[in-house]
DNA sequence: TGCAATATTTTCAGACTGTGCAAGGAAGAA
DNA sequence: TTCTTCCTTGCACAGTCTGAAAATATTGCA
């Protein structure tokens, strides 16, 4: 068994690492960097390095934070429209994320220009979305419009995130504002029928 | 200047190294294959092999076919509803995806299980959903919905790929009007005021 | 405190990936 | 044919990542 405070230790570790990496590519970009270069800079052997991570790509990206259990219950068992409960659950996530936001910057400038990153994301938001999938299901039965829904939510954090990294002075909240009236919108021009 | 002859014979070599790796990553898992082995299955020195695929994965990818021009400008200029038009637009594709439906299969069994894959596609998807944005501009003012509505539509085909895999016997046709429908009820549930 | 058990880090060796470069070969153009 | 251009290849080399075992550090407990 690993004690509380060997696995707090390990996530200090961790997050040295994605520093020492973020750090070394804001000046280079990633694939300029070695991983021997990022596991000096986080003061550890090249081997501890891949310990904590597989590659510089799951280095840089670290460990985001997953949606939380209460708040997928709180939108389980909402009563509330869909769509505001879906839109609360979104602005409880957006402020998990808005405490880190240098390193979301940063990670984001990456993610723009490597593929291998986008790739660790993508696998770990598609867990992230089959959990909110599960979830949405109570409320929903159709199980292609509880993912479809699921989907949009992730999606929708996405590209609020972008819209933010190219708004000066835009806090993300107000970019998933934004970002969240144009998925309404867009389900209204769905619905529309021709013409 | 590269001569028609020359391309046609580079989009086949292109295909070869693809078929060699798929018909490898069928037996053993990608990551137990070495580029050596493909490129000696495909007839081809290992440096040739990177000549035309950057890595494996990519390799293992192909090149997927990008959205038709043709059926983009019709999307653009289309006077139908728009999700009818847009279904229309994701049925054009799908046929040409129904094409190579063997190597769609072990494609996505292999992006089921690679993150780096999954990376490289998701980058192709990114620059695909770009430009269906622009073609969505035209019918549709607010940036955001049209972004939105692009986004959908890759989503649509991933996830009917995705229940094509799943379901013994469905045709990628019908999987993707049972992921439609979804997303058209997923709109419906938006708009739809609390109980 | 000090020992034993456990977890972590390091060292080392080695297989594999991916790139630059220069030589050789094949197809198309003149 | 001869020239040109593109493609392929072999080779060398830097970098990535893994396995195994030795060296350290931490924890729990006497």
Redesign the pocket.
């Given at each position: 068994?690993?004690?509380p405070?060997?696995?707090k230790?390990?996530l200090e570790?961790a997050r040295e690492i994605q520093k020492a990496t973020l750090e070394l590519a804001m000046k280079d970009r990633l694939e300029d960097?070695?991983?021997?270069e990022i596991a000096l800079a986080a003061?550890?052997?090249?081997?501890?390095f891949?310990?904590?991570y597989?590659?510089?790509e799951a280095a840089a990206i670290g460990l985001p934070p997953p949606f939380s259990q209460e708040d997928k219950e709180a939108l389980q068992h909402g009563s509330g429209a869909l769509s505001a409960d879906i839109k609360q659950f979104l602005d409880k996530h957006m402020e998990v994320l808005a405490r880190d936001e240098a390193i979301l910057r940063i990670v984001g400038s990456i993610l723009r220009s490597n593929e291998k990153a986008r790739g660790i994301l993508a696998g770990f938001l598609a867990g992230e979305r089959e959990s909110l999938t599960d979830a949405l299901s109570y409320r929903v039965e159709d199980p292609q419009s509880a993912a479809t829904l699921a989907s949009h939510a992730t999606d929708a954090i996405g590209r609020a995130i972008h819209l933010w990294e190219q708004e000066e002075n835009l806090p993300l909240a107000a970019a998933l504002d934004i970002v969240w009236q144009g998925l309404i919108d867009a389900s209204r021009l769905l619905l529309l029928p021709a013409d």
């Open positions: 068994m690993t004690s405070l060997r696995q230790r390990r570790t960097i070695t991983t021997e003061g550890v052997s090249t081997r501890t891949f310990n904590y597989p590659n510089k």
